[in-house]
């Protein structure tokens, strides 16, 4: 293979890419090594299994890819602003708005999802780890690792440009030849191995590892909507992984799934996707309900209404996500019967979800709302969901839906249930668990700014997109029609405000960390649940002595008899896990496999799995089951945390 | 939160303003028609909910807001349920998704049967191929064939049998109804009518690739007798289409209008599972190469 086959040539653009990966590269190098910090990565973060700094890279890389996910996002809305823009020609046009929605789906909102209940379901539920520590690692850097595959499509190979559904038989190797598209399967298939086992982790560690008299029925909504959503993973994600190994058979191994030649069933491939995908859906949108539903009951100062509803219309959309995938192709020709069927269990779900709709309003009757900057992004997801919600169940109609489908229409709708439901949730879960990971507040000003720069940017995004839809335009082309150019312009211009708001929430993590006043106590925002009855920074076993749970708010109650989570009389040895690098070199270890499989040098591959399976080997002989914090250790942190 | 509340009467104003000239709510045919009723029904629905929620939404937050002074009134932090009203606003709900599911199911199974005409002619039969990236439209009854335009009568159903011969794309006519997908291998049928004159945009809607944004043709509906006249200056006029020739314009890339006064449908059809591999066994290495495509470049045709 010549060297300019391997790299992508002949795109400035992309030279520009190269070019600060490789400064960003050598700038990181150069800081660890002048300031000696090798060793310290490696003990601290690279080798960790406290699910506390699992949480934290998470996000950081989440924030990395909401980076990457948004400026591919400004240069499409650059290219679409006017009729006759040719920023990008119509092959780059195509490989950025597939990773545009991969990133943001795979390797945006679901890790920054997973890493906010990484951080805190643990402390909520009372427990001291999740049930499989160095699992949770493992995850992590399939993640990592799976998302980094992906990311190097652009200068390396090519990327995959054909959308993030992936479509048969244009994604096939026939019509799309070259590794563009084994890095789409191969970075979601890394990922996905990562995704499947936090679905089972934390189904384990919320049915197993609450405190004592914490039931079913008495544990915090977002520990609820995180065990929705682990059940969701445990159930969808399988399908992910043998429809990716299945075309990865097709393109490298040459079967014939989903091709059009031999008995191959092209459409096969959109039905297994959407039987993931649509239940996907909900494993980024039920945590968000259930951060709003923190953060809405603590700024209201109020006990959330209707908690068993809440509840259950969760575990109802759950149910309902798995029978609704044919919603994503009415158009298909399946039929008046079949599409009647799917048509009216998709608007079903508008039921349960305008339920919870209700009971956020009423959470804040008689309330006291404080405007905090995390109460903003959970208040401002109301009416922007709602538009959202409704123009859903409008493209639920088959018959009409005839008329939305693969218009901007759909482009506005899912934008608006996305955004301002994952998106401002991972804002809220951020801003208001920000001083439990980092042991200071962002600014509220700043903060502010960033918000409404972000929440007006996206209504004038977005909004104008279901007329623009309506009047006929579709979306994927990287042109437009001089008609179609005012509320194109309108469009882009929101994009950027969201950009600058964006920019802001970083420079507010800087501002905030030179300048923000450092927690005294662990009990930020006067908080109502669990994780605030941790002194800060959290003590790396979590807890010293577990309390006895009689409430919904567990903290609440503890405040209000005057209970504390260290109790010296309680005081016993707290065994936790060791540190350990397998995880990470194991996952190193796949990436080369998986690289070599994209393309498809079969040696590396090999070598790769063999290394894998060593490892696994390794790992089944390891005998370290962690260790004891003696009850000394715990009296000297927890007296110098708590400031005693 | 004033904002939130500004959007509303502006959206109204849009929508109202705009039904005269956006595509979809301005149709030319009873299909585009029925659904565009469906549409404006279900809108009226939405605003309702959107009006409530926006209403409630503002109430509590301007009226329950912390502000200086306010002390305990009106405060109880512990209000967790009220079964009736979670009853209220659970079965409105499904009041209304019953509301809207009659008429979806109702013109979902209309929309599989010509629409009624003012002639009592049989359905126009028109085979939509579709290909990386142009649209092949052949006319049986007549014996003729168009690249990428199309005319139409007005007033008479016409029955598109739709198929791909490669990659699976999406014909869709806004101004005379929804759409349906085009896949090698099978054929599916979707019934559209013109009520008026005119010239209409259409295009493939589903993404296929580089040459997607340009997979668009134009359709004419004119009266029934300028149709005749058309069908017969074109079976008299067009050159007759070789299977050569056709083989070489499957060939991916991008062509210009033409028309032929015979069809492809004699050697091949795509939409059936014998006809699926036609193209690619014959271009297999041509899908892999780049156009180069740019906005407002000369469309590189193809003609051998």
Known sequence: ?644 | MKKWLTLLPLSLVLLLSGCGQITVLDPKGPVAESQKELIIYSIVFMLVIVLVVFALFTYMVVRFRDRPGRGNKDYNPNIHGNTPIEIVWTVIPIIIVTALSVPTVQTLYELEKPPESTNDEEPLVIYATSADWKWFFSYPEQGIETVNYLHIPTDRAVEFRLSSADSMASLWIPALGGQKYNMAGMQNTLYLQADEPGVYDGRNSNFNGEGFARQTFEVYAESDEEFTNWVEETQSEAPELTQDQYNALLKPGLLDKMAFSSTHLEWVKHGTLPGMDYAIKRHRDAYGKTLHLKNGEEEDTHEE
């Open chain 1, 1 to 644: 293979m010549q060297l300019d086959e391997f790299f992508v040539t002949g795109e400035p653009l992309i030279y520009a890419g190269m070019v600060s990966i490789a400064l960003v590269t050598a700038a990181t190098i150069f800081i660890l090594t002048y300031f000696k910090k090798w060793g310290w990565l490696w003990r601290e973060w690279l080798t960790t299994v406290d699910h506390k700094k699992i949480g934290i890279m998470y996000i950081l890389s989440a924030l990395a890819m909401l980076f990457r996910g948004g400026v591919d996002a400004l240069m499409m809305r650059t290219q679409l602003a006017f009729p006759d823009m040719n920023f990008l020609n119509s092959q780059h046009y195509n490989e950025i708005f597939t990773t545009h929605g991969t990133v943001m789906i795979i390797f945006m909102a679901m890790p920054f999802l997973i890493g906010l209940m990484n951080v805190i379901v643990p402390l909520q539920i009372g427990a001291r780890d999740v049930a499989f520590p160095a699992l949770n690692a493992l995850s992590f850097w399939s993640f990592l690792f799976g998302a980094m595959l992906f990311n190097i499509s652009f200068v390396i190979g090519g990327s995959p440009d054909a959308g993030w559904t992936s479509y048969t038989p244009l994604a096939g190797a026939a019509m799309s030849p070259g590794p563009g598209q084994n890095f789409y399967l191969l970075g979601l298939q890394l990922s996905g191995i990562g995704t499947l086992a936090t679905g089972i982790n934390f189904m384990v560690t919320i049915i197993k590892m609450r405190a004592p008299g914490m039931k079913m029925f008495k544990m915090p909504i977002f520990t609820w909507s995180t065990l929705v959503t682990a059940f969701i993973i445990v159930f969808a994600f399988p399908i992910l992984t043998v429809a990716l190994a299945l075309m990865t058979i097709d393109r490298i191994f040459g079967s014939q799934f989903f091709t059009l030649t031999g008995e191959g069933l092209p459409m096969m491939w959109a039905n297994l996707f959407w039987m993931w995908g649509h239940p996907e859906v909900y494993i980024v949108i039920l945590p968000a309900f259930g951060i709003f539903s923190e953060v809405i009951a603590t700024f209201a100062r109020k006990q959330l209404f209707g908690y068993k509803a809440m509840v259950w219309s969760m575990i109802l959309i759950a149910g309902l996500s798995f029978l609704v995938w044919v919603h994503h192709f009415f158009t298909m020709g399946a039929g008046a019967f079949v599409n009647s069927v799917f048509s009216v269990s998709t608007m079903l779900i508008a039921v349960p979800t305008g339920v919870k709709i209700f009971n956020w309003l009423a959470t804040l009757y008689k309330s006291k709302i404080q405007f905090t900057v995390a109460n903003l992004w959970a208040l401002a997801f109301i009416p922007s969901f709602v538009i959202g919600g409704v123009t859903g169940v409008m493209l639920g109609m088959a018959a009409a839906d005839y008329q939305f489908h693969n218009s901007y229409f759909l482009v506005a709708h899912f934008h608006y249930v996305l955004i301002a439901g994952t998106v401002f949730a991972c804002f809220a879960g951020l801003v208001y668990w920000y001083p439990k990971m980092f042991g200071h507040k962002l600014n509220e000003k700043i903060g502010k700014l960033s918000f409404w720069f972000f929440l007006i940017g996206f209504h004038v995004c977005f909004f104008p997109q279901y007329f623009v839809g309506l009047d006929g335009m579709p979306r994927r082309v990287f042109s437009i029609i001089p008609e179609w150019m005012p509320l194109n312009v309108i469009s882009t211009v929101g994009a950027f405000g969201m950009g600058i708001g964006f920019v802001i929430f970083v420079y507010n993590i800087y501002y905030s960390f030179r300048y923000s006043e450092r927690e005294k106590t662990g009990d930020s925002w006067d908080g109502r649940t669990l994780e605030w009855a941790t002194p800060t920074p959290v003590p790396f076993y979590n807890f010293a002595t577990v309390p006895h749970v009689e409430d919904h708010d567990a903290f609440l109650d503890m405040k209000k008899k005057g209970q504390t989570t260290f109790d010296e009389e309680k005081l016993e040895p707290i065994h936790m896990p060791s540190s350990t690098g397998q995880p990470f070199i194991m996952m190193g270890i796949m990436f080369i496999a998986s690289f070599g499989l994209v393309f498809e040098w079969l040696w590396m591959a090999i070598a790769g799995l063999v290394g894998v399976l060593i490892m696994m080997g390794i790992r089944s002989f390891d005998y370290d089951d962690g260790f004891h914090v003696e009850v000394d250790e715990i009296k000297r942190t927890e007296r110098s945390a708590r400031r005693l």
